[in-house]
């Protein structure tokens, strides 16, 4: 296989392309589909047993699981295109993650094709200022723009998830099987990796078989026996994985990639090709949903428009909503759904009076930056090592975007590779000393927390090779104790203008007075690591605790992982927007699919918990539940 051309089209085109004889012959047996029969014309209506608004993580997944039923119809209404075509190759290759997602990005330098453009409101959690905040508008969502890290939440974690919606099917043991059932996992290539690989990882936690590649990264970083030690001095235990319901100690990241071609595998690339070979199932992109339709409080189709052209897309049995953790509550409220305060100020006629959107959970992490020089050399080596023998720094992802603290000069011994791309994380609850100096009120609001969940990610990383090859680690400890919530509100009727969108990052004294332990337990981690380190950058050298709350108000950003804008629970729950199989309170045949059901924001990174949850509910709604 000639990887050059692997990078030049995308890995869903090139299933296109593998298909193209539909184009031109009929096969063996005589019949012939053509490849534009999986997409729907624009501007005619149309009906559908599901129409599923989103073609992002979920969305493609719910659709492709849906669409393996032959007597059901369903179409996808997706804003985007293929990113593969509208975004290069930087949606494709894992180093380039950081070009995707860039939350000091000028307007003028987001990609318009794959991305919403948000910016958020002013924080007042970190000095007022406003960042990008990056979400899919693309076939794949942001499983298509993501760092690919594969992750899942602790058993106590699913458990508080479970008796808060008053559903046991959410705990850990009932939901490990949709885990598993996206995955085909494929064990590290030691060989690639090099020498001094050594990783060792629980086969029992991943499925094979499914469609999602989930593998390791083909490059170990030579600077690992360092970070081992700062975290086995600090007592961390290693950790075989991160998806066996444990997230105590530091291990290596599983990530989705194609252990083949080590190219980001998303929803797009994974469900989307193979939902192209059943006959009941069509695509919409570059296509607004613009509201959802009813009769009384009866969903019954999808009003759309695609380059001005509006049309209707019926649906007989459900509109799904699967737009994302920002499009989805306002999908809603555009629709009738909502707060009635702030439909009424939109003139929107209302339907079902929740809270939609008011309960949106964010994480937060610090943030530093240096100038750093390229290497155009050592680029070109990266990029013919990733297209001759797919390994090198170009396979893994870069830490560009995390919150970073100091940054570390590596020892000239280290010096074996440039852009060093660290793949090494930890987890834990706040250890002593620093949890003593925490007031009363923040250990109150922690003690919520299940014994098994940790408080803190570490998660190293260095710049990518499209940056830099200075040799500096970035050390980001990101803070998973998130008590604030943040909201998702109308900046207009119209949909397809961008909500208002408030995080309220790092707004409340207990993530505050947790940051500020935070930072110091890093300065002890950095210590242990035995790296020679070189000058703090951005928050500085700090003694006082008030200086380093100003520091992290000053450098610190929003993350990603957000839930809760549509949270599922007890219809007695006042918060409640859906119940435990995604169906919307108070209307019939409508149903929200995504990372927006979910009640409580994850330890870790989310991807895997999206997945799960449209496994479980494309089952629950094919079992008529």
Known sequence: MDFRKHLMWSSIVSAVLAASPLLNQAPAGGTQRPLGTSF???????????????GGTAGLTVAARLSEDPTISVAVIEAGGFYELDNGNLSQIPAFYAKNFNQT??????????????????????????????????LGGSSGRNSNIFTRGTKGYYQRWADLVGDPSWAWDSILPYFKKSVDFTPPDMAKMGVDANISYDPAAYGAGGPLHVTYSNYYQPMNPDLIQGFEALNFSYQ???????????????????????????????????AFNATNFRVYKNTIAQKILFEGITATGVQVETAGLSYTLEAAKEVIVAAGVTRSPQMLMVSGIGPKKILSQHNIPVIVDRPVGQNWQYKMNVEGNAALEGD??????????????????????????????????????QKQKKFQLIHRQGFEKLPSPYREALNQSALDELAELPDDQPEVEWLIASHGPQMATSSYVTFTPAILAVTSKGTIGLSSANAADNPIIDPKTFSSPTEQALGIQIYKRLQEFVNATGLTTGPELKIGPRDLDADIL??????????????????????????????TNGRVFGTKGLRVVDASVIPLIAPGHSIATVYMVAEKLADSIKRGL
Not at 40 to 45: E, F, I
Not at 557 to 573: I, Q, T
Request: proline residues 9%; hydrophobic residues 30%; contains cysteine.
């Open 376 to 413: 155009k050399q050592y680029l070109y080596q990266a990029t013919e090592d990733f297209l001759q023998t797919q390994t090198g720094p170009l396979t893994n992802w870069g830490g560009d975007i995390l919150g970073l603290l100091p940054r570390c000069p590596i020892p000239s011994h």
């Open 105 to 138: 990005a000028a307007p003028e330098t987001i990609q318009p094709l794959i991305d919403w453009a948000y910016t958020i409101e002013p924080q007042v959690g970190l000095a007022n200022r406003r960042f990008h905040y990056s979400q899919g508008k693309t």
């Open 550 to 579: 100003e520091g992290m108000k000053q450098t610190g950003l929003p993350w990603y992982h957000g839930v809760a804008s549509c949270p599922m629970g007890k219809e007695s729950d006042p918060n409640a927007i859906v119940d």
């Open 240 to 274: 075989p994985g991160f998806s066996s319901g444990r997230m105590d100690g530091y291990g290596y990241l599983a990530v989705t990639v194609n252990p083949e071609t080590q190219i980001k595998d998303s929803s797009e690339t994974a469900f989307l090709s193979g």
């Open 40 to 54: 729907g014309v624009p501007g005619s209506s149309s009906k559908f047993d599901y129409v599923i608004i989103g």
